[in-house]
């Protein structure tokens, strides 16, 4: 379970702390879904990246499975995000240096057990439909197609949480679409909890859970 | 996928960066290894060079005088210093040859051809030394008229380790030893072999000493060679056991009582029955008082010649007949007198050919008559210690030592009690010497790694420079990593994996550039820095210890470089990371103000050590304090507003403020060696007192006076250059004696442990000799301490002594060799000529004070011509550098210049834009390093009398300036190419 309690987070400012959260809070169970909308610069990407242990709120506590990850040493922090977090961000950042599969496995590469991997890589790729650009570099793909690469890079070591951050953001319609929908139905068939921001109405009209931050708080959306 | 994979996927994308990040270290390693190649090279070429003129000799046997030629199993020549025509310090050996031989480069300066005719003049072999009555002086020079049988080419034999050309004449042996009239006897054995116990081998003539066997009375009379005994032979001799009496005998030029005179007569004193009781008594011989007319008790004077001060002069003693003794039985033994060439020989007096003036009017008939008669008998006998008080001398205060009875083991056992080596004949490991002294005196690897040094820096700066850029260039991906689960410390160990790699793979090609580098240098010594080294046999010699003491060096640096450039970048968050946040400058700028003001202040505190202290640590601080002054500017929160475009350019400067510093850093860091090098030059002396110097290379005892010219002679015991046209490392350097009244009470006093006060050049005494102030060493058994140091002096290459200590150390060493002289107002160049036309028998060679300084300051200057050469490479490393970094910054605001050309920017202004900026950084960084450099140097060009050289270095860093800015307009051109609307596509 993702519980995230009362956080708030500021950042200095030659006025004074500027307050981006205040007072969030929210929880889900594996298997649950959300999408987080908002107006630019509404906090929506920050509140992702406290839920991730990317960026440590400023008051406040984020437990996954029982575990603050803000309360755990660097090392294990990282170890942490490794194992129990996937990401996909709205800009795919796959390693142009590596290659489709290559990109894929590059957070095994700090994992334990690394045999099963390229064998998971694989049909990963095959469920989002890439079985044949395996060896291509991320130039050689299209935006749709490089972000499907980094759904099955956030997938590849069943993460309970899969954040994405805008992951349509940067697609045409029909990519979008078809991002949206593999996103879903893999995160079904993952059984992640899985939280997306998103602007995109069509695709947060596909969760059954959508709220919307307004004034540095979190809301039901239509609330 | 492996942590391998990533990583050579990693090298392989970003090739352009990692490529020049492995050049940099490739520069470094190339540029420590081939500092580290040219001072083996050097030492190599040093050491091969001596070796092929030695030939297979590994030791000497040697002695200021001859000795047999077959002393030990070896070849015996003769080696001495002459003059050859007008040539003077020419090498002159007698060997084995039919014919004469000179090598090609002293055939040069005589313009000589086989078949020419040529005089050499070399010191006449004497055993009576020079400064004693009965020296030959005005006899002092052999000149021997040569035919040249042939020019000899590479290698010529030499025994003086030399980087320059042999200037040398090889002369048969036989020839050599009959017109020096030393049948069967030279002055040096080559031994291929390790040095013989001479003790086994030498016989006392070897020595210049006999036994003569005399009937009466019965006994042993040993003697010398120079009619003088030495005062350690005379100790040991003494002291074997054997019943022994010292007796000197002297000339004295009369005997007199009132108007009563015998002129030129012998007198010994001794201790026997002959002397009297008291030192003031005199004993005559019946013939004497029948003479002078003399009883007991009357007052008789001796009168005769001593040598003091460099001239003869004529003293007198009084004493009181105490005895009158017959002509006869002890009293009447020609043997107390030794032989004196000259006197000895003649028939009758007036035949003598004494070195000393004669007054001929004052022999009577019965003078005459004694001398046919009784020859060299005494005619009067005082105490031998009053003898030893008159005409004692440095040489020896005994003329011969009498043993009874006759003892047939007396001469062994003197020969075995007796050190050869106290008696001038030793054993000199030439081979080993010559090898130590092929280490140099001047280590070129050092220098060149200090000249090197910016160099180095430059590249290693650059290293890093461009491995920041390409880690900027990655800053997502570090982010993506980050949140993909990689700790920082696996990161971090990622990209020092990478650096790892590229500091290997640089240092592997950093040898290349190493022998590249060092053949470079090499060439530079054989051709545009040939003062330097005063050789062109210099070539590389690649060997593997300097290679991979670059490679580990450029290996180690390089990968620092990448761990100093990768200090900080887990102190962001990745989300920051994510968001292309910068990975530099966390420190504040108050913490730059306070470390740039602490360097300030040690700046400050170095200012009052000496020179050498000021220029490398307080420059050097300066600049540190400069820079981090400048950072704290750029890394300020607040800006100036923006009101034109040049402003706007400048606001640009504060973007990525590390950049920029290390941009600066790059320029001044050069501008300032370049700068302060120029500074230090010395291109002319002030006139002082003595306008000529000059140098005889056979010694003079009389000057001939000129009017109006005051010589200031200098003795002078040969030895090695130790100035700094010498690359060999001095063994046993020249060493100096000033007259008596000099400016250096120093030299007089009295060291406890009885070190010798000496005074050196300071350039000589810091890079030759490799001494301090103060240090206390020693030289051929003796202990020097150097007391002071003189600046910028005429005496470079020797150490100077006082005259007092000079002749207890070198008692044999006679004459003057090296003097200073003072001229009336513009006679100068007239006297130079007027004494090198009368004196160019002796090799005499007059040059202007400020000629000589010069020669000495043209190889400093070469030296500093050297570290300015590299400082240039140095300083064109920094201007790659600041290109790189500008395309870089245009690259990256290639968006933000497309925006601004779709918004209504030409490129005129956008060029005024960036250029504002680069121009901006260039000026800070040649001001920075100037302004430093004229304030680090500003004691070492009052020094000099405040001589800037404004000319040159306007130009050089107008020079720089012009490369900074063409380097500029490149980039920024480069930058304005791209594409508007891929440009802002990618927006």
Redesign the interface.
């Known amino acids: 379970m993702l519980e995230i309690s009362n956080v708030t987070k500021q950042y200095p400012s030659p006025r004074g702390p500027l307050t981006v959260l205040s007072g969030v809070s929210l929880a889900l169970n594996r298997g649950e879904a959300a999408a987080i909308m908002g107006p630019s610069g509404s906090g929506k990407s920050t509140l992702l990246y406290i839920a991730g242990a990317l960026e440590p709120p400023t008051a406040g506590t984020v437990t996954l499975g029982g575990v603050n990850p803000y309360t755990i040493p660097e090392k294990e922090l990282a170890a942490f995000r490794n194992q129990s977090i996937g990401f996909v961000f709205q800009d795919h950042c796959l390693l142009p240096q590596c290659s489709v599969l290559e990109n894929v496995l590059v957070p095994t590469l700090v994992a334990n057990d690394r045999a099963a991997y390229p064998a998971r890589a694989r049909d990963l790729l095959r469920q989002v439909g890439l079985e044949d650009r395996l060896g291509h570099r991320p130039a050689e793909l299209s935006g749709g197609e490089k972000q499907r690469v980094a759904l099955a890079r956030a997938l590849i070591l069943r993460p309970a949480l899969l954040l994405c951050d805008e992951p349509t953001g940067n697609l045409d319609e029909a990519s979008a679409e078809m991002v949206a929908a593999l996103l879903l139905e893999l995160h079904a068939r993952q059984q992640t909890i899985l939280i997306v921001v998103t602007h995109n109405l069509a695709l947060a009209a596909r969760f059954s859970s959508r709220y919307e931050l307004r004034h540095a708080t979190l809301h039901p959306a239509g609330a | ?3 391998y ?2 990583l050579a ?2 090298l ?3 090739w352009r960066t990692n490529l020049a990040v492995l050049l940099g270290v490739a520069t470094a390693t190339g540029v420590l290894g081939g500092a580290a190649l040219v001072g083996d090279s050097v030492r190599a070429g040093l050491r091969d060079l001596v070796l092929a003129r030695l030939g297979n000799t590994v030791s000497i046997v040697t002695r200021p005088g001859f000795f047999r030629q077959d002393l030990a199993a070896g070849t015996p020549i003769i080696a001495l210093e002459g003059v050859v025509g007008h040539e003077a310090g020419v090498e002159v050996y007698g060997i084995e040859t039919p014919q004469v031989l000179i090598t090609a480069a002293l055939a040069k300066d005589l313009g000589a051809r086989p078949g020419d005719d040529i005089l050499l003049r070399i010191p006449k072999p004497s055993s009576i030394p020079l400064e004693s009555l009965h020296g030959r002086r005005d006899d002092a020079i052999r000149t021997i008229r040569l035919t040249v049988g042939q020019v000899r080419d590479l290698p010529s034999f030499s025994l003086r380790p030399q980087q320059g050309d042999v200037r040398a004449i090889y002369v048969p042996l036989a020839r050599l030893q009959r017109d020096l009239n030393q049948p069967g006897k030279v002055n040096t054995l080559l031994l291929t072999h390790a040095p013989v116990d001479l003790k086994q081998h030498y016989t006392l003539a070897d020595v210049g000493l006999r036994v003569r066997t005399l009937d009466n009375p019965s006994c042993l009379s040993l003697e010398a060679d120079s009619a003088l005994i030495g005062d350690s032979v005379a100790t040991a001799a003494q002291s074997l056991g054997f019943r022994t009496q010292p007796i000197l005998t002297y000339l004295a030029n009369a005997v007199r009582m009132h108007q009563h005179e015998i002129p030129y007569s012998l007198v010994t004193a001794l201790d026997s029955n002959l002397a009297p009781a008291h030192d003031d008594g005199i004993t005559l011989n019946d013939w004497a008082a029948r003479e002078l007319g003399a009883n007991i008790g009357d007052p008789v004077t001796l009168e005769y010649y001593v040598w003091r001060s460099d001239a003869l002069h004529t003293e007198t003693a009084p004493f009181r007949v105490e005895r009158i003794v017959p002509l006869a039985g002890d009293a009447a033994d020609p043997n107390f007198a030794p032989d004196y060439p000259g006197i000895t020989e003649s028939r009758n007096l007036r035949d003598w050919d004494p070195p000393f003036p004669l007054d001929m009017s004052r022999i009577h008939p019965a003078d005459e008559q004694y001398w046919n008669r009784y020859r060299t008998t005494p005619k009067a006998f005082i105490r031998l210690a009053r003898g030893r008080e008159l005409w004692g001398t440095r040489f020896g205060s005994l003329t011969s030592i009498r043993v009874f009875p006759p003892s047939p083991h007396f001469a062994e056992s003197l020969r075995a009690a007796l050190d050869p080596a106290r008696a001038g004949l030793t054993v000199v490991p030439v081979r080993s010497q010559a090898l130590a002294a092929a280490r140099g005196a001047t280590d070129f690897g050092e220098y060149f790694t200090y000249f090197s040094f910016f160099l180095m820096a430059s590249a290693l700066l650059l290293t890093g420079l461009f491995f920041r850029l390409g880690i900027e260039q990655r800053t ?2 570090i ?12 990161i971090r160990t990622l990209f020092l994996l990478e650096g790892a790699v590229l500091a290997v793979a640089g240092a592997g090609a950093g040898i290349g550039v190493a022998l590249f580098y060092g053949a470079v240098v090499l060439l530079g010594l054989r051709t545009w820095w040939f003062d330097a080294v005063g050789t062109r046999l210099l070539s590389l010699h690649a060997s593997i210890p300097p290679l991979a003491l670059g490679a580990a060096a450029g290996m180690v640096t390089g990968l620092a470089s990448v761990a100093w450039t990768l200090r900080r970048h ?1 102190s962001f ?3 920051a990371l ?1 968001a292309g946040a910068f990975l530099w400058g966390r420190l504040a700028a108050c913490g730059r103000v306070v470390l740039g003001l602490l360097a300030l202040l040690l700046a400050s505190l170095s200012l009052f050590a000496n020179q050498t202290a000021a220029f490398f640590f307080a420059g050097t601080l300066l600049l540190i304090a400069a820079l981090l002054f400048q950072s704290a500017w750029l890394h300020a929160r607040k800006s100036p507003a923006i009101g034109s475009l040049v402003a706007l350019g400048l606001r640009s400067v504060r973007y990525r403020p590390g950049r920029s510093v290390l941009c600066i850093a790059l320029i001044a860091s050069a501008t300032f060696v370049i700068a302060s090098l120029d500074a230090f030059r010395r291109d002319a002396s002030p006139p002082g007192p003595f306008p000529l110097v000059a140098d005889s290379e056979l010694p003079l005892i009389n000057i001939p006076p000129l009017e109006g010219v005051q010589f200031i002679p200098f003795r002078l015991h040969p030895g090695d250059d130790a100035s700094c046209l010498n690359l060999y490392q001095p063994q046993n350097p020249r060493i100096l004696a000033p007259p008596p009244r000099n400016p250096w009470p120093l030299l007089d006093s009295r060291l406890p442990g009885g070190a010798i006060p000496a005074i050196a050049d300071a350039n000589s005494m810091t890079y030759s000799l490799h001494r301090k102030l103060g240090e206390e060493f020693e030289l051929a058994g003796v202990r020097y301490r150097i007391v002071a140091a003189l600046q910028d002096s005429v005496f470079q290459g020797a150490l100077l002594i006082s005259e007092e200590n000079f002749l207890r150390l070198f008692p044999d060493t006679a004459g003057y060799r090296f003097f200073l002289i003072h001229t009336p107002p513009g006679k100068a160049d007239e006297v130079a000529r007027t004494l090198t036309a009368a004196l160019s028998d002796y090799g005499f060679v007059v040059q202007p004070t400020a000629a000589r300084l010069a020669s000495f300051h043209k190889v400093e200057n070469t030296y500093l011509s050297t570290f300015r050469a590299l400082g240039g490479l140095g300083l064109l490393l920094g201007t790659v550098g600041l290109a790189a970094v500008l395309m870089r910054n245009a690259l990256e605001r290639r968006r933000e210049l497309a925006l601004l050309r779709a918004v209504g920017y030409r490129p005129r202004h956008l060029l005024t834009m960036v250029l504002a900026e680069n121009v901006f950084l260039l000026l800070m960084g040649l001001s920075t390093g100037a302004v430093c450099a004229a304030f680090a140097t500003a004691p070492a060009v009052l020094a000099r009398g405040g001589r800037v050289p404004a000319a040159s270095l306007a130009i050089l860093l107008a020079l720089v300036a012009a490369t900074g800015i063409a380097s500029s307009s490149l980039a920024t051109a480069a930058a304005l190419r791209s594409p508007l609307l891929d440009a802002l596509k990618s927006e």
């Open positions: 996928m492996r942590l994979t990533l996927r990693n392989a994308w970003y997502r991906e982010g993506v990593l980050r949140s993909l689960g990689f700790s920082a410390s696996r887990h968050t990745p989300r994510l």
